[in-house]
């Protein structure tokens, strides 16, 4: 498929920052947001690169946010490619049975808890002037209104938690920043580590450059008007 080549509708000489960047997902809207014109410096941070940035570490969400501060260009893009679905012992539950405590705090740790930090630290470092998106990358399973299977109840529940934050945060926004937008993005199935357990005949699934191209594409369409909205890699809204 064809992809836009840059943003057009972000103004010129911006900071764009990706955090989770050392991630499939991240990774590949780093090296897009680095290629385009559009922005004076892009910058990633993950738990495992340098600068480093700790979900868990809220001390070096506040020094990240300070390092993109001090660039003194205006922030544009903030988007969160972060994440957890499995790891060493964890897995999606299959039912109530498989529920463990230390999994589901993990989950809501990264999935929400991690999140709400970077909108209070970056948020308010947003341009009170003209176009600019928070987006954190949320998951369509988070709907409450489209679970019609069950099951993943740690992931499905700290996904709700993620678009009751970025709602919530999104009407706190508009007050202060009535030009920027605070939303959460559905990536659809990525080739990814988070997703590969999982992937399975007939599913659609889209390798990382590409994805990226599409959740910035709908980043370049958002307007103010969307702020607080949970959408698809296409732009089209999903149930709560």
């Not at 972000?10 to 922005?39: H, M, N, Q, Y």
């Not at 003194?72 to 490619?81: E, L």
Request: with cysteine; charged share 15%.
């Amino acid at each position: 498929m064809t992809l836009p080549a840059g943003l057009v509708a972000t103004p010129r000489g911006a900071v764009a920052v990706v955090i989770g960047a050392s991630g499939a997902i991240g990774a590949a809207l780093l090296e897009r947001l680095e290629s385009d014109a559009a922005f004076a410096h892009a910058v990633g941070f993950s738990r495992s690169g340098a600068p480093h940035l700790d979900l868990a570490d809220e001390a070096t969400i506040a020094e990240a946010a300070g390092r993109v501060s001090r660039l003194g260009a205006p922030i544009r893009i903030v988007i969160d490619a972060t994440g957890v679905l499995h790891g060493a012992g964890m897995a999606p539950e299959k039912g109530l049975r498989q529920l463990e405590a230390a999994n589901m705090a993990k989950s809501f740790a990264v999935n929400a808890i991690g999140p709400a930090l970077l909108m209070k630290h970056f948020l308010p470092l947003l341009p009170r002037q003209g176009k600019a998106v928070f987006a954190t990358l949320s998951a369509k399973v988070g709907s409450i209104g489209d679970n019609r299977l069950g099951g993943w109840y740690s992931y499905r529940a700290s996904k709700a938690a993620l678009n009751q934050l970025v709602c919530t945060a999104a009407i706190e926004l508009k007050r202060s920043h009535p030009q920027a937008a605070c939303i959460a993005l559905h990536p659809g199935t990525v080739d990814s580590r988070l997703s590969a357990p999982f992937m399975k005949a007939g599913l659609e699934v889209r390798q990382p450059p590409e994805a990226a191209g599409l959740l910035l594409k709908v980043i370049d369409g958002i307007s103010a008007a969307d702020s607080g909205a949970f959408l698809d890699c296409h732009g089209a809204r999903l149930p709560w």
